[in-house]
C-alpha cells in the first residue's frame, strides 16, 4: 500500500488544518493508520492513530481535545482534523501503516509504508 499526505500549511496560533492520507495499490483493509510527526532537531513522534477495521482511535496527550483523527474506507482516505493549533504543532507530519491494532502510543518501528509528509507551520 501506498499512502499520501497533504494538507500542510502556514497557519495561526488557534487555527485549523486537515490533514489528509490517501492510501493507493494493494488493499489495506486491516489495521490501523496512525500520524506522526517530527519537528526540527526533534524524533518522530506519533499523534494519532485509528483502526481500519472498526474506527476505534488513540491520541497523543499533546493533542486531546484539539485533533480529531477520522476515516473514510470508501475513499481509502484518513483525516487529521487539527483545531486550536498553536505554535509547538509546528512539523512534518507524515501518516504510516501498521498491520496492528491501536493500542496507546505505537513505536514508529511497527509502521511501514510512510507517506513523503506534508509540513504544518504555526505562527504565533
Known amino acids: 500500500v501506498q499512502l499520501q499526505a497533504s494538507g500542510g500549511g502556514l497557519v495561526q496560533t488557534g487555527g485549523s488544518l486537515r490533514l489528509s492520507c490517501v492510501a493507493s495499490g494493494s488493499t489495506f483493509n486491516s489495521g490501523t493508520i496512525g500520524w506522526f510527526r517530527q519537528a526540527p532537531g526533534k524524533e518522530r513522534e506519533g499523534v494519532s492513530y485509528?483502526?481500519?477495521?472498526?474506527?476505534?482511535?488513540v491520541y497523543a496527550e499533546s493533542v486531546k481535545g484539539r485533533f480529531t483523527i477520522s476515516r473514510d474506507n470508501a475513499k481509502n482516505t484518513v483525516y487529521l482534523l487539527m483545531n486550536s493549533l498553536r505554535p509547538e504543532d509546528t512539523a512534518v507530519y507524515y501518516c504510516?501503516?501498521?498491520?496492528?491494532?491501536?493500542?496507546?502510543?505505537?513505536?514508529?518501528?511497527?509502521?511501514?509504508?510512510w507517506g513523503q509528509g506534508t509540513l504544518v507551520t504555526v505562527s504565533s
Open positions: 485509528i483502526s481500519i477495521n472498526d474506527g476505534s482511535t
Open positions: 504510516a501503516a501498521s498491520t496492528a491494532q491501536p493500542a496507546g502510543i505505537m513505536p514508529y518501528g511497527i509502521f511501514f509504508s
